[in-house]
């Protein structure tokens, strides 16, 4: 693979023969710079100046003649740049169509470089920008992986660096612990009644279920770790979900449901006589890259990956911030995911989504009787209303 990271290092020989020739730093001078609030932000900006500025020049070197008149480096100008360039649908889009060429995803990729580059920086809204491309850099990634045609498929070391860079920045943060979750005694009452019956008191020792076993250093996505580095790259997506732009969670619901596989019936299933008020939405929900339908396929799910995509999904459905767009994507994906589940036969997987499912029927239950009563108030209040009575005709008649 063509990606080098950097390492500084120095010499011990040549250090100790300029050390009486070169200046040292004051340490409280800079001490007193990295406090500084307007350095920092200065030298944040300039760092995400330098990064789309280098991405216009990939872009331009990529497509010598753009199809549309939206600039990369109109961006760099702005007080925040990275912000801008992740708020950008029009940005999103041209990034988008370059990853979904044929030829991407290699290691000579040069924007599959400037992702690895860009997310191994210290600046956090420059790794947004990266997060916000994890749904489609692994919808094409596994597409390509589990097609039929592996003959003419190119090599997907880019794509494998950039999932690789996310994942060892999961496990850095944290530090080889699992991720643990503390489950209720239900043997001992609860704090808001008291049992008629005593109880004995002893003591239980308390029940901890594991999330995430300790993670292992990677250095290359081999087949039989794929769906645990993806399942940790997507834990990562969800931290930072709340600061993600709509589309990107609406492209994450899309895929989603692509890799659930064909539609089924029984996706329906746990809806209220089999009627679904999202029959529209799933008119709107083919998956389109340059005009193009994305085929999605069908691709395996095992738990380690399913969990963090149910997880990113629970957010996409109940989030009060998401549009309603956002939240019927994750309402589609997760009924099919459901009829999965089902054929499939995965307990942990079918018990994930019926909850999803029946919280989503409850506020969608709850969101039609709100605005049933509102428009029933705003009715009796326009019938309540007293009119103004009309004063009484008088007819001058002169004599």
């Known amino acids: 693979m063509d990606f080098t990271i950097h390492h500084q290092s120095s010499n011990s020989l040549s250090s100790s023969s300029t050390s009486s020739s070169t200046p040292h730093p004051n340490p409280i001078t800079a001490a007193a710079a990295d406090q500084d609030p307007v350095h920092s932000w200065w030298e944040s900006v300039s760092k995400a100046r330098s990064r789309i500025l280098t991405l216009s020049s990939i872009i331009t070197s990529s497509s010598p ?10 961006l760099a100008d702005s007080d925040r740049p990275a912000l801008s360039l992740l708020s950008s649908p029009d940005a999103y889009s041209l990034l988008s169509s370059l990853l979904s060429c044929p030829s991407s995803g290699s290691g000579s990729d040069p924007l599959c470089q400037w992702l690895y580059d860009t997310y191994i920086s210290s600046d956090s809204n420059l790794r947004l920008i990266v997060l916000s491309f994890l749904p489609l850099l692994s919808a094409i990634y596994l ?20 999932i690789l860079a996310i994942y060892s920045s999961e496990a850095k943060s944290r530090a080889g612990k699992p991720l643990l979750v503390q489950i ?14 005593p109880i004995m008191e002893h003591k239980s020792r308390p029940s901890v279920g594991v999330l995430s076993a300790p993670l292992e250093p990677h250095i290359a996505v081999k087949s039989t ?4 580095i993806l399942g940790t790259a997507f834990d990562a997506y969800h931290k930072h979900i709340s600061q993600l732009p709509s589309w990107s969670k609406l492209e994450f619901c899309k895929f989603a449901t692509a890799w659930a596989g064909q539609d089924c019936h029984c996706q329906n299933k746990l809806d209220f006589d089999g009627e679904n008020d999202l029959d529209e939405f799933l008119d709107k929900l083919s998956i389109e890259q340059n005009g193009e339908v994305f085929k999605g396929v069908r691709t395996p799910l095992p738990w380690e990956f399913l969990q963090s995509v149910l997880r990113i999904l629970g957010h996409c459905l109940l989030g009060p911030l998401n549009s309603q767009e956002v939240k019927d994507g994750a309402a589609v994906a997760v009924r099919r995911l459901y ?9 942990q997987a079918i018990l994930g989504t019926r909850s999803l499912i029946h919280l989503d029927k409850r506020e969608r239950a ?20 007293p009119t103004k009575a009309k004063k009484p005709e008088i007819l001058l008649v002169s004599k």
């Open 65 to 74: 003649s753009p199809s549309t008149s939206f600039s990369l480096s109109s």
């Open 143 to 162: 597409s390509r992986v589990h097609s039929n045609e592996t003959s003419s498929i190119p090599s997907l070391s880019g794509f494998e660096a950039v």
């Open 184 to 197: 209720p005694d239900l043997s001992q009452p609860s704090l808001y009644h008291c049992p008629r019956i």
């Open 225 to 228: 770790k794929r769906a645990s």
């Open 339 to 347: 009829a999965r589940a089902s054929h499939d036969l995965v307990p």
């Open 366 to 385: 709850t969101a039609k009787a709100n605005a049933n009563s509102a428009s029933l108030a705003n009715a009796s209040s326009n019938s309540n209303t």
